[in-house]
Each structure stands twice: as structure tokens, then as C-alpha cells.
């Protein structure tokens, strides 16, 4: 098993449409939880990140981690065509530098 | 700052040829990671290096591969001979001291296929 397993989808989703993205992990330590928004052609560029436990909102994205259930969600409500992109997952512990990364899951948000 | 630059964007070349790949980090980041990518793997740290020296090359694949920073602003990742397996896009990224993993900054990859 990964550390960090992440659908690599296709998810392919109408404009205006709420999308879910998901990770789950395994590696109890990882303090810090990061998104990743990579558009095709370009290098991933950090979208958010929350640290241990909770919510945390930015504009039309919303970043939660359940550390009970080793998962961690990002919601993006009202999406755009220009929210199409691949989003990766990442995650470290605290003190340790190096972040894990997920597949990504490729989103496609159609007009 | 025009952030991480990478060179070339693309490559292709032959099996058994000796390619190498080039990175500039953005000015003042002493962290420097070379990760590969693939739909299969996903993204896979190779190697990193913090002022210029490597600290973990754990996850270079074999030894065709080799990676230098000879200074601060400069890096390059050399496979010598590639294969076909090679083929994958390689991405750059450059963070400072204290950003942790909030700090990465990465280049725009260079997309390597071996025939």
C-alpha cells in the first residue's frame, strides 16, 4: 500500500458543478496537508495547504483533513473551466521536509 | 524573479544517448529537488541537494543516472545511456531554509522521450 493513495480519475464534471478531490493516507506523522494545482504543460504550483486537523476556506476552494480517518478533501464549489487541471496531494510530517505526494486526479470541468 | 527555469522543455532522443537536463533555481532557495513523473508513478522525488550539496539520492533509479549542482544557481541530471523506461517529464523545484514543504517553487519540466 502507498502512503498516499489518490483516484487518478478522469473526474469530468459540468460548470458551476461542486467537486470533491480525495486522498487517504497511512503515515500517522504527516502534520501538514498541501493541494497541488498543475495545469497540463506546467509544473504543480501549491493551491493550499492545512495544518493537523480541520477546515480551512479560500474563496470558491475549501481544504479539510479528518485525521481520525486519514483523509483529506478538497472541495471547489461553483467550477469554472479554467479549474480544469490535475490536482495532487501532499503531505508531510512535522520536521521532516520532504513532502509525499499523491498520483493527482485529473479534473475536467466542461462549459 | 522568472522563477525555476528549466531546459530544454523537450527531448527527444535515441536509446543509448547521453541526455542531460538543466535547472536554475530561483535566486536565494538552497534547496534544490529533481522529481520525474509518470501517469503509472505518479511524481517521484530523484534527488535533493541543500547549498549545493546532494543530501538524499536515494531515489535516483540506477546508476545511468547522475545529478550535480556545481553551484547555487545551476544543476544538472545526466542519464547515460537512456532506454525507453526513461521516457517521463522531469521537473526541477527549488525552497528555502524554513518553508519546509510549503516553500516548493517548480520549473515547467522538461518532457523526455526515448525511442
Given at each position: 500500500q502507498k502512503e498516499v493513495e489518490q483516484d487518478p480519475g478522469p473526474l469530468s464534471v459540468p460548470e458551476g458543478a461542486i467537486v470533491s478531490l480525495n486522498c487517504t493516507y497511512s503515515n500517522s506523522a504527516f502534520q501538514y496537508f498541501m493541494w497541488y494545482r498543475q495545469y497540463s504543460r506546467k509544473g504543480p504550483e501549491l493551491l493550499m495547504y492545512t495544518y493537523s486537523s480541520g477546515n480551512k476556506e479560500d474563496g470558491r476552494f475549501t481544504a479539510q483533513v479528518d485525521k481520525s480517518s486519514k483523509y483529506i478533501s478538497l472541495f471547489i464549489?461553483?467550477?469554472?473551466?479554467?479549474?480544469?487541471?490535475?490536482?495532487?496531494?501532499?503531505?508531510?510530517?512535522?520536521?521532516?521536509?520532504?513532502?509525499?505526494?499523491g498520483r493527482g486526479t485529473s479534473l475536467i470541468v466542461h462549459p | 524573479d522568472a522563477g525555476v527555469i528549466q531546459s530544454p522543455r523537450h527531448e527527444v532522443t535515441e536509446m543509448g544517448q547521453?541526455?542531460?537536463?538543466?535547472?536554475?533555481?530561483?535566486?536565494?532557495?538552497?534547496?534544490?529537488?529533481?522529481?520525474?513523473?509518470?501517469?503509472?508513478?505518479g511524481l517521484e522525488l530523484l534527488i535533493y541537494f541543500n547549498n549545493n550539496v546532494p543530501i538524499d539520492d536515494s531515489g535516483m533509479p540506477e546508476d545511468r543516472f547522475s545529478a550535480k549542482m556545481p553551484n547555487a544557481s545551476f544543476s544538472t541530471l545526466k542519464i547515460q545511456p537512456s532506454e525507453p523506461r526513461d521516457s517521463a517529464v522531469y521537473f526541477c523545484a527549488s525552497s528555502f531554509e524554513g518553508a519546509g514543504a510549503l516553500g516548493y517553487t517548480f520549473g515547467s519540466g522538461t518532457r523526455l522521450t526515448v525511442v
Open positions: 464549489r461553483d467550477s469554472q473551466p479554467s479549474d480544469s487541471a490535475t490536482y495532487l496531494c501532499a503531505m508531510s510530517a512535522g520536521g521532516s521536509y520532504i513532502p509525499t505526494f | 547521453e541526455v542531460t537536463l538543466r535547472c536554475k533555481p530561483i535566486s536565494g532557495h538552497d534547496y534544490l529537488f529533481w522529481y520525474r513523473q509518470t501517469m503509472m508513478r
